[in-house]
């Protein structure tokens, strides 16, 4: 079970009006965090699923128009394909 010492973890902040996607990560069981950038076109997440600690899959939208996303890393969220 890795992905509960080595994990990631999808929320929403709000900044502003707005609301932002964002994906954290752990690597010491959630003592520290650190948030993983994003591609460009990320608004709002509905879901996120690890398979690891290294690879994850995120759905949302786009958070203006609402047109449904999704993206996913196999390297612990230093790289996201939309």
Not at 14 to 24: D, E, I, L, W
Not at 48 to 75: K, L
Request: proline share 1%; net charge neutral; glycine share 18%.
């Amino acid at each position: 079970m890795s992905w509960l010492t080595n994990g990631l973890f999808g929320l929403a902040r709000r900044c502003g009006g707005m609301f932002s996607a964002v994906v954290m990560r752990t690597t010491n069981g959630g003592l520290a965090w650190s948030a993983q950038a994003l591609p460009g076109g990320v608004g709002n997440l509905s879901a996120v699923a690890g398979r690891s600690g290294t690879q994850c899959t995120a759905v949302g939208s786009n958070g203006v128009h609402e047109v449904d996303v999704a993206v996913a890393t196999s390297d612990g969220g230093a790289s996201w394909d939309l």
